[in-house]
């Protein structure tokens, strides 16, 4: 984000366990005012846990949870001034809309009068205008997915927590509703954590990404960052696809001059800021398959050329999914407009270029 906004939700080396299984292992993190953070990770890596830590529905063994300048630890959920959105929505059906948005601020006894006005607002905030007289069941899923957002942000939280909100829709909407919820969280100045496994959800809607594993935070960074240079293999191969490629430091740059490293594929050249590099040293190569390029017939190709037979062929619409088999190492190579390129087929013969500017791990 381009000010610096002030932390309003601190994590501080956060445990727990299950029973012999240690499912949060030291989890520290923040999320600034206004801030939409997503914690993402595979199944198991504690993310939903860590939650529920924060909403209040579990405990911590120990660390500290932080709103706004205030350990919260002992607050109970609704008096956190936190709210969650489940998977499931948790809508009571047997209500309408209206009173669906209403139940929270009826229960913390608003006058009337305010809770009519709140729940126009908040209806016309999610674009559910007119609708507050219908019951749940008559609503698309979509539109259940608003009201489960607009009941949350009803009793106006400084906080609000989205578990996998999305994950009942369909592809397509989907893709509608992350812009909904991103334009409703850019529009109230919220601090908004997302939680889902879904990387490329996470990518077009956070501001920053806490990448989670096995109770621990691998790394915390921008999409940008977190994608162009992630800190290792397993973050690396989570977030989209990725060629890897194994090999040895032979020679280093002087200057602006590239360094040579050994592969399996023969010697590329790579540039690299990296500053503690030396000859011999084991690295990996990240190298994402939308960089590769695909020389045209007749092409020399650029510097890190090499001829591949074409593995596979998946189609996609917008994209080419090619698997480029390079004396035993197969490549995943993305190529865009096919409908004016063209599809290769399998058996080709063809040159790749592997760009000089990849990302480079340490061994």
């Known amino acids: 984000m381009s000010e610096e906004r002030k932390a309003m939700l601190v994590l501080e080396n956060i445990h727990k366990s299950f029973g012999r299984v240690k499912v949060l292992q030291g989890i520290s993190a923040e999320v600034k005012e206004g801030e939409l953070v997503t914690f993402l990770g595979p199944s198991g890596c504690g993310k939903t846990t860590l939650l529920r830590i924060i909403s209040g529905l579990t405990k911590p063994d120990s660390g500290k949870v932080i709103l706004d300048g205030q350990v919260i630890n002992d607050v109970t959920p609704d008096k956190r001034g936190i709210q969650m959105c489940f998977q499931n929505y948790a809508l009571f059906p047997h209500l309408t809309v209206a009173r669906n948005i209403s139940y929270g601020l009826e229960v913390h006894k608003w006058k009337k009068e305010r809770i009519k006005e709140r729940v126009e607002e908040l209806l016309h905030l999610v674009r559910l205008d007119g609708l507050g007289d219908r019951r749940i069941e008559e609503l698309s899923g979509g539109q259940q997915q608003r009201v489960a957002l607009a009941r949350a942000l009803a009793l106006e939280p400084k906080v609000i927590l989205l578990d996998e909100p999305l994950s009942n829709l369909d592809a397509n909407l989907r893709v509608q509703m992350r812009a909904t919820l991103r334009q409703i969280q850019r529009r109230v100045n919220i601090s908004t954590i997302f939680v889902t496994h879904d990387q490329v959800e996470a990518m077009t809607i956070s501001d920053r990404l806490v990448v989670m594993n096995r109770g621990r935070i691998e790394q915390v960074g921008t999409p940008v960052e977190i994608y162009e240079k992630p800190n290792n293999e397993f973050i ?17 740059g002087k200057g602006t001059e590239p360094l040579v490293v050994s ?101």
Do not use: W
Request: aromatic content about 6%; overall charge negative.
């Open 236 to 252: 690396a191969s989570f977030i989209g696809y990725v060629n890897i490629l194994e090999g040895e430091v032979k020679r280093i």
């Open 263 to 363: 592969t399996q594929l023969g010697e590329l050249e790579i540039l690299s800021d990296e500053k503690e590099l030396q000859v011999g040293k084991h690295v990996y190569l990240v190298i994402r398959p939308e960089t590769i390029r695909i020389c045209d017939q007749g092409e020399e190709g650029e510097t890190n050329g090499f001829q591949g037979t074409i593995a596979s062929v998946t189609y996609a619409g917008s994209t080419v999914k090619y698997g480029v088999d390079i004396d035993g190492k197969e490549l995943t190579v993305d190529e865009y407009d096919p409908t004016t390129r063209g599809i290769r087929s399998m058996g080709d013969r063809v040159r790749i270029s592997i760009p000089r500017n990849v990302h480079l791990l340490k061994g």
